[in-house]
């Protein structure tokens, strides 16, 4: 799903690396796993955590969920940047400044970062970095972008709709009579089957920016009120 491509291994690995520069940052003290927990690691452990929960909700499905999932996303990076605060709060007291962990830490810090710049993002507005994003449904026709340039689907070509799921997410299957009548480059739009009945493409909530219920509903108008014979 990426707009920017951080994929979860590659989240794991870079809070993992904070969180392993932090520990480092841990004055001596008893051992254990709640004296590591109320160390500068700890919040670098939460956000793993947290990180965790918000890929998992926003792959669930609906722009709220969406939205809440990048939310929690962000949460993770400002723990990462607590503990880093917190490591420099302890040296700043006298605690053993560790120049090794803090090149450690910045090179985790700036995968998180990266990370952090698609969530808010895609927090504003779910199509953010999506080769294909819909533009506009009318009685007309179905506006998209698809590589940054304008394709239309003429209401008339919609032959059906249906809801679907797949490893993008949520979405609906659109049937259209024909991808030849597409204006624009339709070679660029996501197809995924052509059969005697027309070709069909996936559009997910992603790229709509609206729950596949909403989206499938509103293709139906547009299909309902094309000047072509809806079937």
């Known amino acids: 799903m990426l707009r920017i491509p951080v994929s979860f291994q590659a989240r794991a690995m870079f809070i993992g690396l904070a969180c392993a520069a932090l520990a480092c940052m841990t004055p ?12 500068p690691a700890g919040p670098g452990v939460a956000a793993l955590a947290v990180m965790a929960v ?25 723990l990462v940047a607590a503990g880093g605060l917190w490591g420099a ?10 120049w090794p962990a803090w090149l450690l830490y910045g090179a985790g810090a700036s995968g998180v970062a990266l990370a952090l710049r698609r969530d808010v993002a895609v927090f504003r507005d779910p199509r953010h970095g999506q080769s294909v994003r819909l533009e506009g449904i009318s009685a007309d026709a179905v506006r998209l972008t698809a590589n940054g340039a304008p394709v239309t689907i003429p209401a008339a ?19 259209l009579g024909s991808r030849d009548k597409v204006i624009g480059d339709a070679r660029a739009l996501p197809w995924v089957a052509a059969h005697r009945d027309g070709d069909t493409l996936l559009l997910t909530e992603h790229q709509a920016a609206l729950d596949a219920e909403l989206l ?16």
């Open 89 to 98: 709060a302890l040296a700043a007291l006298g605690a053993p400044s560790v």
């Open 28 to 39: 001596p003290g008893p051992k254990g796993v709640l004296s590591f927990l109320a160390s």
């Open 157 to 175: 070509l919609i032959r059906g709709v249906s809801l679907a799921t797949g490893p993008d997410g949520r979405g609906v299957f659109l049937l």
């Open 216 to 231: 499938a509903a509103r293709l139906l108008e547009a299909a309902s009120a094309g000047e072509g014979e809806y079937r």
């Open 54 to 78: 918000g890929i998992s909700v926003e792959e669930l499905g609906t722009i709220r969920r969406i939205r809440i999932g990048a939310g929690l996303c962000v949460v993770a990076a400002a």
